[in-house]
């Protein structure tokens, strides 16, 4: 199993996502950005005494396809600029995760991060993450989607502090929704 977590937009929680993903699936985590976020966090939380208890390659590289590591299961954390990278990584995945919150700045990019899924033919959902129950913005999201007939998996992640201030630290016990979204992502891709 290969996941892409994508979204065109900076800063909507693609690596903190791949991360609780792996955590949960469990799978080997692929940085596929340049900025080495993931693996800079793995080594953060090695010098803290800790692990993620994840492994963690570097691999920005257009031609990641070719150079994989060998594991039943990968998730890739993509870059939201570098496209050469990111479009690799989409077309070699089964599956590319979405995440996105609900303002309108994410769901833009998370849009256009949908058209570049169905491009390159690979099937595509949406995580929705930083996650406030009640509000108006998560109500239009989960509409438009709906009405999109976009594959929305049903775990949320909440907003949280803790999640804030996840970098760079050993995982907390906690899966805040992420052993619910792995569990879904293995359904989804047995289903296919
Ligand atoms: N559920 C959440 N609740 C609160 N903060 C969150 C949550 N998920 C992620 N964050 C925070 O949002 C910020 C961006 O998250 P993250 O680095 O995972 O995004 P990214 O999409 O990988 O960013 P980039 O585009 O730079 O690679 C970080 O400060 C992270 O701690
Ligand atoms: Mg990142």
Known sequence: MILAVSNLKGGTGKTTTAVYL?????????????????LGWSAAAAEEG????????HLPDPKLAERLPKADRLVI???????????????????????TATTAADMDRTWATLDVAAQL??????LLVKVRAGTRSLAATVEALADEHVTVLEARIPQREALAVA????????????????????????AR
Request: hydrophobic content about 45%.
């Open 50 to 57: 800790g692990d993620l208890g994840i492994d963690v390659v």
């Open 121 to 126: 033919g690979t099937p595509a959902a949406v």
């Open 77 to 99: 954390d993509c870059s939201p600029r570098d496209h050469r990278i990111t479009d690799a990584a989409i077309a070699v995945a089964d599956l590319v995760v979405i995440p």
């Open 22 to 38: 792996a955590r949960f699936l469990p799978a080997m985590v692929v940085d596929a950005d340049p900025q080495g976020s993931a």
């Open 167 to 190: 970098w760079g630290r050993p995982l907390p016990p906690e899966p805040y929704g992420y052993d619910l979204a792995a569990a879904q992502i293995k359904e989804l891709l047995h």
